[in-house]
């Protein structure tokens, strides 16, 4: 019978062994992961979960009678040492090995630390990847006490809604020369400072950590600026970097992730990859995205490609975020747009959308879920929309459509 | 508590019996009911967990928001009066007997 194995058990790894079942295999599948939990939800760590609206019962993806039913066998808390793609086995930390048919490496995505040589390493540094993670830091959001955030990209600022939510004194330093800049545009930049000003969050652009203080537990932090602040606790939200150490090991090659063709197959046979972790080939280059719609999209078409299916991967990238108030959907991605076109603000909704000449690559909606669909619908169908209609508010949306 | 009866696009009928405070989306998911995708978990961001709510249900649910209304309007197939996205609708004893159908795809 035929074994398909999973390393990683996260959004991608979940979503491919459902797509397995769905699309009628009957073989045997494994989904280990290294966490002592089935697959759950990561977005909501940074939301709901943090702020305590809502519980474990509601991040898992799947029931646990859902994998007894569907003959999936889990192997969670058991972290792989190696992989060899020769004699299709891997081997778990404690020796014991398993064969497979084929591998697909769902393995995700690990949270850049700050350097020990900066403070790193004091008691009360966090970064928000996993449950672990969050259940850790959750004691220290009490009122009135001293968050200091490291980079202000989407986890740095939805951290900062939370706790500022909370009662915390939050200061979110953004090293570069304004938060959100390598995601997204000025104005998406200029709309979350504002919010989090609003709200009290102070917002230090341009500022960099020079160095974490305190014995033991961290008690302040020299900024760049050369000021010197007290700080309860730090939060780091510098970025993510794919899980590829069990690949690379392997012989398998990576190229800023573990490097698939655009079926998703990895340079050894018989192992496939998919999610945070997984390059793939786009236009001239490559592609890596660190998002659940990509993983979820990337994982079932390794599925289907497992299946016989012989597809090519087409990102159609899709992405929010929750924050106070403010919903932000984005579709496409902006990368390489040289100009931006503003609908609104209407009430409390504010559209950008990025243009690379006349072509619509990309829309960040806050408030406004006609825009993100019409954008995503015009995007992913190769479309794009007159300018002057999309900042006209009297234009219905809908009407771009035709 | 509440008693839900999903019914796929195929008329498969599935009847299970969710908890107060879960979602109507989370009910298929936590049963692993096919045709309600959920890919955003619940965050009203992605309208991949669309039904149509059975006629005689659509007034005793919670009004729809704006955001969901905006959503819906761009989810497979929608009917203006009884499709609702299932992450938006809390589960209370007062949805006992609710019957939703899964459209044909969601998007």
């Given amino acids: 019978m035929t074994h398909i194995v999973a390393i990683g058990a996260g959004q991608a790894g979940a979503a491919l062994v459902a797509r397995l079942r769905s699309q009628g295999f009957d073989g045997q599948i494994t989904l280990i992961g290294e966490e002592p939990v089935a697959p759950y939800q990561r977005p909501p760590l940074s939301k709901g979960y943090l702020l305590g609206e809502m519980g474990l019962d509601r991040l898992m993806l799947r029931s646990d009678e859902w994998y007894v039913e569907n003959n999936i066998t889990l192997r969670l808390g058991q972290p792989v040492e190696s992989i060899n793609t020769d ?12 064969h497979y048919n084929e591998l697909v490496l769902t393995t995700g995505s690990i949270p850049r ?33 001293r968050l200091l955030i490291v980079g202000g990209g989407y986890i740095g600022l939805e951290a900062a809604a939370v706790a500022a939510k909370l009662g915390v004194d939050v200061t979110l330093v953004e090293m570069s020369r304004r938060i959100l800049s390598r995601v997204a545009a000025a104005e998406t930049s200029d709309y979350f400072r504002n919010l989090h000003m ?16 305190g014995e033991g537990r961290v008690s302040g932090a020299k900024l760049s600026s050369g000021k010197e602040i007290p700080v309860d606790f730090v939060i780091a939200g510098v970025g993510i970097l794919p899980t590829t150490r069990l690949a690379e090991v392997a012989g398998i090659e990576i190229d800023n992730g573990i490097k698939t063709d655009a079926q998703g197959r990895c340079s050894a046979d018989h192992v496939w ?15 890596r995205l660190e998002s659940v719609g ?52 209407a009430g409390d909704a504010v559209s950008f959308w990025y243009y690379q000449g006349d072509k619509l690559i990309a829309v960040d909606a806050m408030n406004d879920s006609r825009a993100y669909m019409v954008g995503k619908r015009l995007i992913e169908s190769g479309k794009t ?5 999309v900042s006209d508010l009297s234009v219905e949306l809908k009407s771009l459509l035709k | ?27 298929a998911r936590d049963n692993g009911i096919p045709g309600i995708e959920a890919d955003c978990g619940g965050a009203c ?30 989810a497979w197939s929608p009917d203006p009066v009884r499709s609702r996205l299932t992450c938006q609708i809390k589960v209370s004893d007062a949805l006992d007997g609710l019957r939703v159908q899964m459209p044909e795809k969601q998007i």
């Fill in chain 1, 87 to 98: 004699s299709r086995t891997i081997w778990f930390s404690d020796n014991e090995s398993l």
């Fill in chain 1, 113 to 145: 630390r700050l350097p020990a040589a900066v403070g790193g390493d004091l008691a009360g540094v966090y970064t928000v990847r996993t449950l672990a993670d969050v259940d850790a830091m959750r004691a220290e959001f009490q009122a009135g006490k």
């Fill in chain 1, 198 to 213: 609003s709200q009290g969050v102070m917002i230090l652009e341009g500022v960099g950590l020079e160095t974490l203080l």
């Fill in chain 1, 273 to 287: 990859a998919a999610g945070d972790c997984a390059s793939f080939p786009m236009g001239e280059g490559r592609m």
């Fill in chain 1, 294 to 345: 990509n993983a979820i999209d990337q994982a079932e078409l390794v599925a289907d490609n497992l299946l016989g299916a012989g597809k090519d991967y087409v990102p159609a990238p899709w992405f929010w975020s929750d924050q106070y108030d403010t919903k932000l959907q984005i579709a496409g991605l902006s990368t390489g747009y040289d100009h931006i076109v503003t609908r609104g603000p």
């Fill in chain 1, 385 to 389: 929309a007159d300018a002057a209609k």
């Fill in chain 2, 1 to 27: 508590m509440a008693k839900i009866t999903y019914v796929e696009h195929s008329g498969r009928e599935h009847v299970v019996e969710v908890r107060n405070g879960m979602t109507v989306m989370e009910g």
């Fill in chain 2, 45 to 74: 961001a992605c309208s991949t967990c669309h039904v149509y709510v059975d006629a005689a249900w659509v007034d005793k649910l919670p009004k729809k928001d704006a955001m969901e209304e905006d959503m819906l309007d761009f």
